[in-house]
């Protein structure tokens, strides 16, 4: 398939783009010397740049989004006649298509009965904060307002997420940092010899994990702590899969402190690793469920920050004018953010695509061990469907971190090749190294094994 777009003069699209446009998280100095990279047009799961150049998309549009992948036309047409009919009105009153993509969204998580809906990831994780804070005041005499989170983690942008960021790459030189967020030490079995656990594996470590969470509880006092968040598998600190043993250990301390769990959902959400969300793979009641990336594929702006029947009634004390959560977000009340969200669910629901990330992970997963055989720089893979990792290592016995240059080396060969495939992120030895895979979850087998033969190319290239 080629790009049908027309760029009637490039040049100048790349002009404005380097005098006026501030990319995020980008070092801007090499673009003096060498152009910003334009992306053009997408369709299924391939991309092409202002230079024409096509790229196989294996990160689904760079952090995990693009879901049922690019030029979904039924979307388009759905946001397009929702802004036609109503563009908006305030998230104080109701929409036609957030009444019914809430509806949906809730049949597909028992338990949990009302959405909250904002723009970002970042925006329905600090309405969950707000909402805990709240309770706090409201129901504990204002004790029960540390919200826990965990190393390696990442919650998003805001000053407030990134106070319960867990990735010191991202925070350092952005504080000083909201109050009472404290941190919980991740779980990474891999790397379980680094938290003195180097004798346990499996549930054992999983259990471990998870009481070294308790233990802060106990050092903190459980009266003082209202919420634990944590991503069901850990996005950018390294695509992190939990052991055995380690979600219901977690649960059962929640329940034992009276701590609300807090899930974050925003790259697991809505299908990523073959179950609607993350956490339903390990049996979790949550009393928070967060997402924002998957939820409308990139088409419109939509998160949602999802709770449970008993959160929403603490907050309907009428005698208390200050009772009800008096939050607001402008556009988290548009209502074409529902509308393509709808037509996303029902995307991946005629087209099976849940049962088809669950078999292509598998066929990822299969690929990335066979690589491993072959390249000793693979020291471990991870994953959950069409959410893979792989760590690279310049020793495998020490688990020595590959270096970041060369790391970074591997997923700039890939695009060479015309491959897009990710890195954890950056700075911080040790969770810097690993290759990062989420293709939308439109994946094919071809699609899989061209992904992987890049890899296999790359890495013999760059490590020999
Ligand atoms: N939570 C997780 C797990 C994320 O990976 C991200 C973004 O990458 C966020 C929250 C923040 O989402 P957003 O960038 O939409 O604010």
Redesign the pocket.
């Known amino acids: 398939m080629n790009a049908s777009f027309q760029i009637n003069d490039p040049r100048a699209a790349i002009e404005a783009d380097r005098a006026h446009v501030w990319h995020h998280m980008v070092q801007h100095k090499p673009f003096e010397s060498a152009d910003p990279r334009i992306m053009v047009e997408g369709r299924g799961m391939k991309l092409w740049d202002i230079t024409g150049k096509e790229h196989l998309d294996a990160v689904s549009g760079g952090?995990w989004t693009v879901n049922v992948g690019y030029g979904r036309e039924r979307i388009a047409d759905a946001v397009r006649d929702q802004l036609v009919r109503l563009n908006y009105f305030a998230g104080s009153a109701g929409s036609i298509p957030g009444a019914h993509f809430a509806q949906a969204l809730i049949a597909k998580m028992p338990g949990l009965s009302r959405v909250y809906y904002a723009n970002?990831?970042?925006?329905a994780?600090e309405k969950a904060f707000k909402m805990v804070r709240q309770i706090a005041h409201k129901h504990h005499g204002g004790r029960k307002s540390k919200i826990l989170y965990r190393d390696r983690?990442?919650?998003?942008?805001t000053l407030a997420?990134l106070s319960a960021g867990g990735q010191k790459e991202r925070n350092a030189q952005y504080g000083p940092f909201a109050p009472d967020f404290v941190e919980v030490p991740h779980c990474l079995e891999y790397r379980a010899f680094e938290q003195g656990h180097g004798d346990l594996s499996g549930a054992d470590y999983g259990r471990a994990a998870a009481d070294a969470i308790e233990a802060v509880i106990l050092r903190e006092g459980p009266d003082t702590v209202g919420a634990l968040c944590l991503?069901p598998v850990t996005?950018?600190g390294g695509v992190i899969t939990p052991p055995e043993g380690y979600w219901p250990r977690v649960q059962e301390i929640c329940r034992k402190y009276d701590i609300l769990l807090h899930i974050?959902e925003?790259?697991c959400g809505i299908g990523r690793t073959g179950t609607w969300f993350g956490y339903q793979h390990y049996g979790v009641e949550p009393d928070f469920v967060t997402m924002?990336?998957g939820v409308a594929s990139g088409y419109a702006a939509i998160?949602c920050c999802v709770t449970t029947e008993a959160v929403f009634e603490m907050f309907k004390d009428e005698s208390d004018p200050l009772g009800h959560f008096r939050d607001i977000s402008t556009f988290g009340g548009c209502t074409s953010g529902p509308a393509a969200a709808l037509e996303n669910m029902a995307i991946i629901e005629e087209e099976g695509l849940l049962e088809n990330t669950s078999r292509m992970g598998t066929r990822l997963m299969g690929n990335l061990h066979a690589l491993a055989e072959r390249h000793a720089v693979i020291g471990d893979v991870r994953g959950k469907g069409l959410f893979c990792g792989a760590e690279l290592v310049s020793d495998r016995d020490a688990r020595t971190p590959a270096d970041e240059k060369r790391v970074q080396a591997v997923v700039a060969d890939c695009m060479a090749q015309g491959v897009i495939i990710g890195a954890s992120n950056r700075s911080v030895p040790g969770y810097n190294n690993t290759l990062c895979f989420s293709p939308a979850l439109i994946a094919t087998a071809d699609d899989i094994d061209r992904i992987t033969d890049a890899v296999d190319g790359a890495l013999g290239r760059v490590f020999g």
């Open positions: 952090v970002s990831g970042s925006e994780n983690d990442y919650h998003g942008t997420c991503e996005a950018g974050d925003v790259v924002a990336k998160s």
